[in-house]
Structure formats: structure tokens, C-alpha cells
């Protein structure tokens, strides 16, 4: 998207994006750990010395690394095989089979559990890797891609269960959306960069369930919590609520992942149901309803409950990061100027209140007054959403990321 009134770039421009996006991946190298991986990035870029090296944020790294890769930046191909060769070694469980949590600075898993959260991000990140022509990402991507179908893909459900103990032996009496929502993210890269279109068929049945079966009986709030029957768990971590991966109630910057992923999911199936863009725009619709300034202050709260009263009122950088991103491929599949309102105003309450221009980044977490916070994410460990902001107004709906900058360089 690009201004025609002004010849000084605003927030969503595409200069201004591109100078936006070069100044966070700036900031994500300080995140190399010199033993392999990834590290948590205090608030001024500084990787924790002591702290553990989690296989979420080593993915969501290289994934943005490869996107840096094939942007053009000489300097991220190294950081793109530093992260795949801390996936082929020193995150991978060499015993039983897939990728641990994270480990110690020792080597030792953090958790007892191996989580389909995780596996989706090792997906992501060996995605991007092939797509970028990085050495060992085609064969990352074959054996999470043959793990995640083996553990965790429920064929008779058609979803993913949540987790497995370290031997796979006892599997989480639990479901969640959000794992089933980063699977659908992982799937549609997965399809893109391997032409199989069983990735795709396979997203569309957790679209289905999660979103036009459960979400639409619950006037859009997406249900994030389910038992092992898939019957919804509504006061899960009730005492809990603003857990950071299984929060109370509904998590409203969901709503808009959810959305994007649809349309990137409608764009790729050669028959796409029409309920696809139907339902995108019904959770963006539901997000700016319960989410958007709803306490009388900018910004989105959290989480709210099931009537859509705010339940968590601070607010989330990635939470107006994918709106944003919601935004920017709403008005490009409809073209209506609504989308393209809100893609603005987001930017600028972005600009305003959660870009840190003295240290660097975004500031993660804000309290209700749009003030600083740290309750839920101390420091800026996570850059993903924000160099997605700045990338998907510049890119076509479909391939996924990776693969569209493979295909058309930008």
C-alpha cells in the first residue's frame, strides 16, 4: 500500500515498510547464541547469557532470517543454517524422534513434553529454508513434515492433538486452536514449497472445524481450548488468565490470524468454498468489535470472555501486528475501504505506542493505558509478527511468504 498525498513516507507505506522491516531484523541478530540456536532478546537486543534456548523462538528466527535471505540481505544466509543446524542437533531429540520444547544451555529438554506447537514452527522454519535454497532445509522439512503427520495429525478428527510425553507414549488429554492455527500457518508454506496438495486439503478440515463449526456458533469468538473429544473447555485457566499460549477466554489477535491464513488458504485451493472469505471477514469484524478500544483507549485488549466483556486488558504487540496484516489482505482480496482505514489507523497506534525507536523493536507488552509493561513478555524476544506486518502488504495472497519471494522477488 502506498500514500499518494504526501512525499514524506507514513506508516504503512511501502518505503516506510521497508525501512521498518530492515530495522527489526537489525535488532534480531543480536538473538544468535554462540552454541547453537536462538536466544530470548532482552529490551535492548541482548540475548539472555544463562537462559535456555526455546524451539519456538529458534524457528520463528530462522524463518524470519530466510524471509531476509531472499529479501536480498547477504548477511542472513548464515544466521538462516545457524538456526538449521540447531534443529538438526541440538533441539532435535536424537533418541525418540522430533524436537524438544527447548533445552538448557546443557543440552537438557526444559519440559517432559514434546508439543505440536513447536513441530508447526520447525515446519515454518524448514519451509523458508528451502524456499531460500539453504543447505539441509529440504531434509529438515521431509522429517518434521513425516513427525507431524506420524504424532500429531489426527486423520478421523482432522486436526492435531496438542502433545506427547518425550517417548510418545502419553498424549495430552487436551486440544487447543492455537497449535491447530500455526499448523494451518506451517501447512500452507509446506504445500507451497513442496507442490503437495495434501498440506492444503489438510488445512482446510482445521479451518473448518475450528472456525466455521465451532467459531461461528460462538458469534465468532474463537474457541482456544478443547477436551480430548474436541468438546470446548469455556473456563479453561480461568485462574489463569492471561496466560502467554492458553489464556482464558477468547484471544482477539487470533481472530485476525485466523482470518489472514483463510485467505491465503481460499487463495491457493483451486476450489475454494465460498464460507472462506465469508468467515475472514466475519472474525476481523468480531476482532474490531471485542478487541479494538473497547475500554475507551487505543489499542486491543487481550483476551475477553464469552459475552466479549475485555477479560486481559493489556495489550500485545502481535496482536496489532496481525491485525494490520488482516488488514492489508482483506483490502487487497475486497478491495473495500474499510480494510485500508484500519490498516492506517493500526500503523499509526503502532507507531505511537509500540515501536521503541531509542531501543530498538517493538515493546511487546503495554498496559492498559498504552504504557510499557512486562507482566506476560518481558523483553523483545519474538520479531516475527512485526517483519510479517511490514512484508505482507507487499506480497501477493498466496504463495505463502517464503515462496512468494522465491517466485517474484520483491
Not at 39 to 52: K, T
Not at 121 to 136: D, E, H
Not at 169 to 175: K, L, N
Not at 311 to 317: K, W
Request: with cysteine.
Amino acid at each position: 500500500m502506498s500514500s499518494e498525498t504526501s512525499s514524506t513516507p507514513l506508516p504503512g507505506d511501502d518505503a516506510w515498510l521497508r525501512a521498518e522491516q530492515a530495522r527489526l531484523l537489525g535488532f534480531a541478530r543480536g538473538a544468535r547464541l554462540p552454541d547453537g540456536g536462538f536466544g530470548w532478546l532482552d529490551d535492548r537486543g541482548r540475548a539472555q547469557e544463562d537462559g535456555p534456548v526455546h524451539t519456538w523462538i529458534t524457528c520463528r528466527m530462522t524463518h524470519v532470517f530466510a524471509l531476509a535471505h531472499l529479501l536480498g540481505d547477504r548477511d542472513a544466509a548464515g544466521l538462516v543454517d545457524h538456526g538449521i543446524a540447531a534443529l538438526a542437533t541440538l533441539l532435535r531429540d536424537r533418541e525418540h524422534g522430533g524436537w524438544y520444547t527447548g533445552v538448557d544451555r546443557d543440552g537438557r529438554p526444559l519440559t517432559t513434553d514434546k508439543s505440536a506447537y513447536a513441530h508447526a514452527f520447525v515446519v515454518l522454519a524448514a519451509a523458508g529454508a528451502t524456499a531460500a535454497g539453504r543447505p539441509g532445509g529440504r531434509e529438515l522439512l521431509a522429517d518434521a513434515l513425516g513427525v507431524v503427520e506420524r504424532r500429531f495429525w489426527d486423520e478421523e478428527r482432522g486436526r492435531l492433538v496438542e502433545s506427547w510425553d518425550l517417548p510418545w507414549r502419553v498424549c495430552e488429554p487436551y486440544r487447543g486452536a492455537n497449535s491447530n492455527m500455526h499448523a494451518v500457518e506451517a501447512f500452507l508454506a509446506a504445500g507451497d514449497v513442496t507442490g503437495e496438495s495434501i498440506w492444503h486439503e489438510r488445512a482446510l478440515r482445521i479451518v473448518r472445524h475450528i472456525v466455521h463449526e465451532h467459531a461461528r456458533a460462538a458469534d465468532w469468538r474463537v474457541i482456544e481450548h478443547f477436551d480430548a473429544d474436541w468438546t470446548p473447555l469455556y473456563e479453561y485457566n480461568e485462574d489463569r488468565p492471561d496466560d502467554p499460549f492458553r489464556p482464558y477466554g477468547g484471544t482477539v489477535g487470533h481472530w485476525f490470524e485466523w482470518a489472514r491464513l483463510m485467505l491465503g488458504l481460499r487463495a491457493s485451493l483451486p476450489n475454494p468454498p465460498a464460507w472462506l472469505l465469508d468467515d475472514a471477514e466475519a472474525l476481523f469484524a468480531a476482532g474490531v468489535r471485542d478487541g479494538w478500544h473497547v475500554d475507551g483507549r487505543p489499542g486491543f485488549v487481550y483476551t475477553v470472555d464469552w459475552k466479549g466483556a475485555p477479560a486481559v486488558r493489556v495489550r500485545m504487540h502481535w496482536v496489532a501486528a496481525e491485525a494490520i496484516a488482516a488488514a492489508a489482505v482483506l483490502h487487497r482480496v475486497t478491495g473495500r475501504a474499510e480494510y485500508e482505514h484500519w490498516y492506517r489507523t493500526w500503523w499509526r497506534y503502532a507507531e505511537e505506542a509500540f515501536i521503541d525507536r531509542e531501543r530498538g523493536s517493538w515493546h511487546h507488552e503495554l498496559t492498559p493505558w498504552n504504557t510499557p509493561a512486562a507482566t506476560v513478555w518481558p523483553g523483545k524476544p519474538d520479531v516475527y509478527h512485526a517483519v510479517q506486518a511490514t512484508l505482507i502488504p507487499r506480497l501477493p495472497v498466496e504463495p505463502a511468504m517464503a515462496e512468494a519471494l522465491r517466485r517474484n522477488p520483491i
